[in-house]
């Protein structure tokens, strides 16, 4: 059985991708953006979100890793179709989105009967972020 080879990628771009997407996470949860009906599909209480808050120093250590993995599998995505342009960029991060993110979400979602205005909140940041991380790891070649 062969061995897969994976492509070399320009692991400045996929830092930056990663944190870029970090930020945006950020700024997506904030209150003045959909952080106030994110709590509100999640069913937290004002005191419950900030006691999450206080204890979500591991959470964010898991966001950042989370970020660089999937940046890193996105920029060998980019990598083993070939993608040169935005264009390209885009097509990848759908199919990725599409293909491992969505599908596999859905699935927990419904079983777990978790609110489907959470998944939409949730996809619909994960889909910037993909987007995000498709293009400079795309653009940054």
């Known amino acids: 059985m062969a061995l ?4 070399s990628v320009n692991w400045i771009a996929v830092v930056v991708a990663a944190l870029a997407t970090v930020v945006i996470g950020g700024l997506w949860y904030a209150p003045f953006a959909f952080g106030k009906a994110w709590q509100r599909a ?3 209480t004002d005191a419950e979100l900030q006691a999450m808050r206080k204890n979500a120093a591991p959470g964010y250590v898991l966001a950042i890793v989370g970020a660089l993995v999937t940046a890193w599998v996105v920029a060998v995505t ?3 179709f070939g993608a040169t342009t935005a264009a390209d960029a885009i097509e990848v991060a759908l199919i990725v989105w599409i ?3 969505v599908s596999q979400t859905v699935i927990g979602t419904m079983f777990e009967g978790r609110s489907w205005t ?3 909140i949730n996809m619909a940041n994960q889909l910037v972020n993909v987007l995000v991380m498709a293009l400079i790891t795309t ?3």
């Open 4 to 7: 897969i080879t994976l492509p």
């Open 99 to 101: 293909g491992y993110i």
């Open 139 to 141: 653009l940054w070649t």
């Open 118 to 120: 959470l998944f939409g």
């Open 42 to 44: 999640l069913g937290k």
């Open 78 to 80: 980019v990598k083993a």
